[in-house]
């Protein structure tokens, strides 16, 4: 089970675990086991925008001389801005070649898209970490939601967990170090967002609190490369900032019990759907209809609704309810609600002297 699990509803929608037992995890209070993260996000430095690319290539460059660089990025097209100075893979089997080689030989840089987890790269195979661009849905389905429930509660857990997952590719241990460079505005902009960080984990969202503060300090790029060797160099003030920092910010992870008891009723309405009982899914969906769920999710639900009733052959209901969840949430499915029928006018005089032309 992965470690970086921000929100375990996805435990009990995929898994049917026990509610109650998802909520009261066993958990350390130890720090023991979290890697030494330096998070750095460029747009927040006193720079000129328009040169964050260009200097974190340099950086990239004289790093990958001496250890290991990972560039993640979320898509395919998005490979060409780094094949200058990265090895791409040509074909997705040749990850796994790419990875090899750098645990092996500890140095180069490769970029990868959309590989935010499988990738264990200890030590000096990635010392330097650069998550260039905010994570998408790793299948067409994920992608289908991310675009529907756009900034929905759900959909920012799933992307919590897959930066934590991207961000945590360099450190596999206690006594790992990694220097992690964020970048793209849609990435930025969503772990500045405070409702956003605290769906990370407590280490995590430390570490990203520390990052925002020192990259506010960087204006050129001779302090931004002397900033990251503080972290490569093993500067014993970094080291110690680090370590203080994060135990002062860390706090004990509160379970989302609402996503939890959400999870379990969905996991209820597909069995129903399963077993024929539609008008129990119906009623186990329903409730969630108010104003305590963010629309674009309530409006996924209601949806559901509308699909069991039209599983049951209750069509005029099935319209109605995606009626409603289509204004709630218009990147839903559209109802097929046939127009009014509108008769023709009458002749007018215009038509009668073009008849005669």
């Not at 801005?81 to 500890?106: G, H, Q």
């Not at 209809?289 to 009733?309: K, P």
Request: one cysteine or more; proline letters at 4%.
């Amino acid at each position: 089970m992965s470690a970086t699990l921000a929100n375990d509803s996805s435990i009990i929608r995929t898994f049917d675990a026990n509610r109650k037992s998802v909520s009261e995890p066993i958990t350390s209070k130890s720090l023991a086991g979290v890697g030494e993260r330096m998070i750095l996000a460029p747009a927040l430095m006193d720079i000129d925008p328009n040169q964050i690319e260009n200097i974190v290539k340099q950086v990239i460059e004289k790093i990958s001389t001496n250890a290991g660089v990972l560039i993640l990025v979320p898509s395919n097209k998005d490979l060409k801005i780094w094949m200058d100075i990265a090895t791409v893979p040509r074909e997705s089997k040749d990850v796994k070649e790419y990875v090899d080689k750098l645990r092996n030989k500890k140095v180069g840089a490769y970029a990868f898209s959309n590989r935010y987890d499988g990738l264990d790269l200890p030590d000096d195979s990635c010392r330097l970490l650069v998550m260039a661009g905010r994570p998408s849905g790793d299948n067409i389905y994920d992608s289908f939601r991310h675009r529907v429930l756009k900034n929905s509660r759900v959909i920012n857990t799933s992307l919590a967990q897959r930066i934590e997952q991207g961000i945590g590719r360099g450190t596999r241990g206690s006594g790992d170090y990694c220097v992690v460079i964020l970048l793209e505005n849609k990435l930025i902009s969503w772990t500045s967002m405070f409702s956003n960080l605290e769906l990370l984990t407590p280490s995590t969202r430390a570490q990203l609190e520390m990052g925002n503060e020192i990259s506010k300090n960087v204006s050129s790029l001779q302090e931004f490369e002397e900033t990251i060797n503080k972290c490569l160099n093993r500067n014993i003030s970094w080291v110690e900032y680090h370590a203080d920092s994060l135990a002062e910010l860390t706090d004990p992870i509160q379970p989302d019990v609402d996503s939890l008891e959400i999870a379990e009723s969905e996991r209820k309405y597909f069995k129903h759907i399963r077993d024929g009982y539609y008008d129990k899914a119906i009623s186990v969906l329903s409730e969630y209809d108010n104003e305590d769920i963010d629309e674009h999710f309530r409006g996924w639900l209601v949806q559901l609704c509308a699909r069991a009733s039209y599983y049951w052959g209750n069509e005029s209901q099935a319209t109605e309810f995606q009626k409603h969840a289509y204004s709630l949430n218009k990147s839903l499915l559209r109802p097929q609600v046939e127009p009014p029928y509108v008769s023709l006018s009458n002749l007018g005089e215009q038509s009668s002297v073009a008849s005669t032309l």
